[in-house]
C-alpha cells in the first residue's frame, strides 16, 4: 500500500503501515502537502481537532479540503475566549464545525463526583470531559490531524509528521509538527488567521479556565497547563 493509495477498504494493519510510511515519506513535505495527501487519501474520513488555541491547522487543512470537519471539545469548563474564537472560525472559515461534549454537564459531574474534580483527581476529570467525548466523536473518521509540535514540551519532541493512534486505530497527522513558534506566527501574520486572545495575555497554551494560568518569559510553553502538578497532558495524545 503506498502513500497515495485510497484507505476506504483498508484494514488497521494495512493503515498502520500506511501511516508508519507516509511518517517516513513526508518528514520533509510542507504542512499544506501533508494536509494535501490526507485529504486526497481518506476525504470526508479526515477531520482536524482543534483546541481553538489559534486556527492555524484548521486554516491549512481548508486549503486543503475546503469544508473539512473540524472537531472542538467543549469541555464545559472554557474560557469565554477559546468559545468565541470556535464561533469565530466558523462564521469567517470554509469549515465545518463540530462540537463535541461530555456525556455529563458540569452540575451532573459535581453531583456524581463532587465539586473540583479538576483539583482532586485532574486525570480522571479530563478522561470524563476531553478524552472519552473525543473517542466517541472520532469514531465516523478513519484519520484526525492535530496541532501537535515538537518544539511545544519534552513529550512531543518526537512527534510524527504521520503516525498511528494505536489506541483508536487510526492515522494521526501533526502536519506542523516540525514548525517552530515563529512559523506559526509567521503563518498567522502572512494569512491573518484568527487566534485566541489570550495568547496576547500572558497564556502561552491555552486549555480549561481552571487548569490553566499564565506563564513567565522563558517558560516552556505548557508550564501553565496544569502548574504546581506532575501532570503535562490531558491524555488525548498518549
Not at 473517542?135 to 498511528?164: F, M
Request: proline share 5%.
Amino acid at each position: 500500500m503506498t502513500v497515495t493509495q485510497d484507505a476506504k477498504d483498508a484494514t488497521a494493519a494495512d493503515l498502520k503501515a500506511l501511516a508508519e510510511q507516509a511518517g517516513r515519506e513526508l518528514e520533509d513535505a510542507s504542512a499544506l502537502e501533508i494536509l494535501q495527501w490526507a485529504a486526497a487519501t481518506f476525504g470526508k474520513e479526515f477531520c482536524v481537532t482543534s483546541s481553538m488555541e489559534d486556527a492555524v491547522v484548521a486554516h491549512l487543512a481548508a486549503r486543503a479540503m475546503p469544508g473539512v470537519d473540524v472537531v472542538f471539545l467543549d469541555t464545559g469548563y472554557h474560557f469565554p475566549e477559546t468559545i468565541g474564537t470556535r464561533d469565530a472560525v466558523e462564521a469567517v472559515m470554509d469549515v465545518n464545525v463540530i462540537t463535541l461534549t461530555p456525556r455529563q454537564t458540569v452540575e451532573e459531574q459535581d453531583a456524581e463526583y463532587g465539586p473540583r474534580l479538576h483539583e482532586r483527581n485532574p486525570d480522571l476529570c479530563c478522561a470524563l470531559r476531553k478524552v472519552k467525548p473525543l473517542d466517541e466523536g472520532l469514531t465516523r473518521y478513519r484519520a484526525w490531524a492535530t496541532g501537535l509540535r515538537r518544539d511545544e514540551s519534552p513529550t512531543r519532541a518526537n512527534t510524527p509528521v504521520v503516525g498511528w493512534d494505536e489506541k483508536r486505530q487510526k492515522v494521526k497527522i501533526s502536519p506542523i509538527a516540525r514548525w517552530t513558534q515563529d512559523d506559526v506566527d509567521a503563518y498567522v501574520l502572512e494569512h491573518g488567521v484568527l487566534t485566541n486572545p489570550l495568547l496576547m495575555d500572558g497564556y502561552a497554551s491555552v486549555g480549561c479556565a481552571p487548569c490553566t494560568l499564565r506563564v513567565a518569559d522563558g517558560e516552556d510553553a505548557r508550564a501553565g497547563r496544569w502548574a504546581g502538578r506532575a501532570k503535562t497532558e490531558c491524555g488525548l495524545h498518549g
